[in-house]
């Protein structure tokens, strides 16, 4: 009597289950369900769930029937009596009623959480639509500007073009190329979030690729450059994503650091060689603490006000970055102190191509 006292007052559903039949259920399930007692009685516990959820509450109720002293848990859809349909997390665990087993039953409404979360998916899917459509346009008139920038920088004499007004050109050309490059990087973003991206392994040297990047971009002539990465270490990843994410990384210490510009890439083994840790280390202007988060979000700036007018950023490259190395089943971390500089370190599974898609590994 003193447990039916405590069910009855319970905000959430319980129910008492006999070889699936309903023996008792409280209040709240009858407000959930809709349903009064006599209806609720004696049914089976299945009869309530939605019947695309039928075979997965079957394997979870003969599931529930082990004899075992821990709670088990699923997420089922239920149709009320009126139609609507509502979504429920039940926890199970074997009781004894009138001397024999039984199961006694927890069910947590989740409905309102359900919605709110397909809200925010489409929500998401429409903010991704908005920006490629957006994107594209932008991308389209920007082609012709950049060639005809290029072909009157190029022969300057046979367009009649003075020196100062091909000064004047080139500013416009590093301006329009810089807008094509933020245009390109939410093309990129937006696919990385609508999970279409597909990983190309191959085998490669670390090294090589590391020094391909300083390379193409011109790393060693904008900073003080140390590499101590082993010659004969091979990974396995998406060499190009990989080359991306390198590069943000360079680019921005590189951009956010002041003369003298000292940048080192290192790399050390993970616990048990799970992991590869690979590490960037700046002698730039920081990052608060409070910030460490919050800079892998996109268009997120540690100091934004300052900082996208200074530096010419918008935040995306790290957002990316980030999510190319979570669909690796890796990660990328901060450590950083301000005015004094910033170290991001890139945490690669050695088995990366054989993990999950965005599942992350404890390295």
Do not use: W
Request: aromatic share 8%; proline share 4%; net charge negative.
């Amino acid at each position: 009597m003193e447990y039916r006292q405590l069910t009855e007052k319970s905000p959430t559903s319980i129910l008492v289950v006999k070889n699936n039949r309903i023996l008792y259920a409280n209040p709240a399930f009858l407000h959930f369900s809709g349903y009064n007692t006599t209806e609720i009685t004696g049914k089976d516990l299945i009869f309530f769930v939605d019947t695309r959820d039928h075979e997965a509450f079957h394997t979870f109720a003969t599931h529930t029937t082990d004899d075992t002293s821990l709670a088990d848990r699923g997420e089922f859809r239920f149709i009320t009596k009126s139609g609507e349909m509502r979504v429920a997390i039940l926890f199970t665990m074997p009781i004894p009623n009138s001397g024999e087993p039984a199961t006694l039953v927890n069910l947590v409404d989740i409905s309102e959480k359900q919605r709110l979360e397909d809200k925010i998916q489409l929500d998401n899917e429409r903010r991704r639509g908005i920006i490629i459509t957006v994107a594209h346009e932008l991308r389209t008139p920007l082609q012709p500007i950049l060639g005809y920038l290029n072909l009157l920088i190029q022969d300057p004499k046979d367009y009649g073009i003075l020196d100062d007004t091909k000064k004047i050109l080139e500013r416009c050309l590093a301006s329009v190329d810089r807008e094509r490059q933020i245009i390109n990087q939410m093309l990129e973003l937006s696919v990385l979030e609508s999970g279409r991206l597909r990983l190309s392994y191959s085998t490669f040297p670390l090294a090589t690729l590391v020094n391909s990047v300083l390379d193409s971009s011109g790393y060693f002539s904008k900073a003080d450059i140390t590499l101590d990465i082993p010659d004969n270490l091979i990974i396995s990843a998406d060499m190009d994503r990989l080359f991306g994410v390198f590069d943000s990384l360079l680019s921005n210490a590189v951009n956010f650091s002041r003369p003298p510009r000292e940048i080192s890439i290192f790399y050390r083994p993970g616990i048990n060689d799970t992991c590869h840790y690979i590490s960037v280390r700046d002698n730039g202007i920081g990052i608060s603490e409070s910030a460490f988060s919050s800079i892998f979000e996109p268009f997120q700036l540690a100091d934004a006000a300052k900082l996208s007018r200074r530096y010419d950023r918008i935040g995306i490259s790290l957002s990316i970055a980030k999510k190319i190395m979570q669909m690796h089943g890796g990660d990328i971390t901060v450590e950083s102190t301000v005015k004094a500089g910033s170290t991001f370190t890139l945490n690669l599974p050695q088995d990366a191509q054989n993990t999950k898609k965005n599942e992350l590994i404890s390295c």
